[in-house]
């Protein structure tokens, strides 16, 4: 019975992992996917002839050697079609978080089936959508409503898949990482699809008729190997065991009053979602996925700046990029990893809430570290580049820095969502969960819609280097959340087992373990 749990438990985490690789983010492979788009010539008609002539003049067509591509159309392309592209994939992200909220109320009231036949139907619908779209009036529209749904699958299948990670205790923070790695690694769909069209001349409708029978499959997994409910997690079962240790302490006291106040009660949804600890993660969350949104949303832009416009290194580039993204899966259970090793060193006598949580600290300063740092050598590939040069010795156009900045990209995302599910995990009721990672992304898809303000002022200003500067910036702020954490968790419980601003007199005999456990509400908020 235990080989067959055990060969069933990697067979779901393998069937999760395709599934987030096929399916989740996707959308975050937009740089190889508005690449097809503009070869195929979506929205070329918003150049004018003089923006055309300045794109021809100034635009290499991509592989030229290349037979597949070689007789195909030259359409014109110009800043207001890349604002027009970026904006809808802005939208696209911003339907993926907000959709995160209603999945996760979904998979908390009717379970995992549902959760998973939603996203089946609505990824099918979307590749269906984008297969039929060409760039012909009104056929072009149809890219609209394809990409917002490729965008709302994305959390939807993420949330449907991170429950697989109860199935394995103790490594519980590693597999969710290695979920939420591969949805990081998700934008190997459209690279493929690039790759494809360029080099064989595979028509892009055909590859999203694909995709659409690819979640056949899927549905029949959900229907045959996934539970209707939820995967239970085993620390259910410890927490059973505290409410047994709880009520014998309770016995123990004879005043009914004392029984009362100290009966375990855990923590509603509105308790959590208006702690400050949950509140500040929020601001931290939705400022990392903003830094998300900004170096993928731009980078077509941000190529182009630093090669001249030169069409064939653009696609070098983006190819680069789109297969440094794939390596995330790779790099996402460094996360775990590193959280799991946190939690091993707090965890006095035993793993307690608070303890979990001074865990998800070095994570936090990984993630602000890598994100600022990654804006800052952004910054200075799109600046004045002798000066820069001259300064600091590095030419951040160069095939080595550009490399640099693309780990430091993939390392910060992979920390963004895999500490975020993680932490959330850990550090709260686990009745809560699906609503919790949702709202946090929902409410970061929100804040996501800075990016149009953002991208206007790209256009005004010609170069996105003002608004790289204000994501740096913003990144440097993030430093708060784990300097409040590391702040408020800095001190040990006290004999009573509590922080010394929840310490109680009335119970000084008991053990620092028991009232721990006794207590699990203590937070460090």
Known sequence: MSTVMFEKRFLLLTI??????????????????????????????????????????????????????????????????????????????????????????????????????????LMATAGLLLGFSTREYPYVYLVYPGMILVGMCAN?????????????????????????????????????????????????????????????????????????????????????????????LQQENKSEEKNESAEPTEETFIQVVTSRLYLLHLAYMSVMNLNVIIIVGTANIWFNMVTGNNNGQVSFWTDVFGFFQV????????????????????????????????????????????????????????????????????????????????????????FIYGGNTAFIANSFPGRHLGRLIGLSYMVAGLVGLLQYPLIGWIKTAGSPLYVYILVLMLSVATFVHPAYIRYHCRTGPTKEGRHPSQATPEKSENGHLKLEVSNPKETCV
């Not at 090793?341 to 006095?348: K, S, T, V």
């Not at 693309?406 to 995302?413: A, C, E, P, Y």
């Open 327 to 414: 390596s995330n899966v790779l790099v996402s259970p460094l996360c775990g990893f590193v959280y799991d090793l946190g939690l091993r060193g707090h965890a006095y006598g035993g793993p307690t809430r608070t303890s979990r949580r001074r865990a998800a600290v070095p994570v936090f300063v990984i993630t602000s570290l890598t994100s600022t740092l990654v804006f800052f050598f952004a910054a200075l590939s799109v600046w004045d580049t002798p000066s820069v040069e001259s300064s600091t010795g590095l030419l951040m156009t160069s095939a080595p820095d550009m490399f640099l900045t693309f780990v430091l990209h993939i390392l910060s995302r992979a």
């Open 16 to 121: 999760s992992v395709l599934e987030m690789l096929l399916f989740s983010g996707i959308i975050y492979g937009w740089t190889s996917l508005v690449y097809i788009l503009k070869q195929e010539g979506y929205f070329s008609d918003l150049c004018d002839i003089s923006s055309a002539n300045n794109t021809q003049q100034n635009t290499q067509i991509l592989l030229s050697t290349n037979a597949s591509t070689q007789d195909a159309p030259r359409y014109p392309e110009c800043l207001e079609q890349d604002e027009t592209l970026t904006q809808w994939f802005a939208i696209s992200v911003v339907a993926s978080q907000v959709a995160s909220l209603f999945a996760g109320i979904a998979l908390d009231y009717f379970g995992l089936r549902v959760t998973r036949t939603c996203f089946s139907v």
């Open 156 to 248: 939807i299948t993420l949330l449907a898949n991170v429950t697989v990670g109860n199935l394995f205790g103790t490594r519980r923070s590693t597999v969710i990482t290695i979920i939420t790695g591969s949805f990081g690694s998700s934008p190997i769909t459209f690279l493929v699809q690039k790759l494809l069209y360029v080099q064989f001349g595979v028509p892009f409708q055909h590859m999203c008729f694909t995709l659409s029978c690819l979640c056949v499959p899927s549905l029949l997994a959900t229907f045959t190997l996934f539970p209707r409910r939820k995967f239970i997690p085993e620390s259910q079962q410890e927490t059973r065991k505290d409410s047994q240790e709880t009520e014998k």
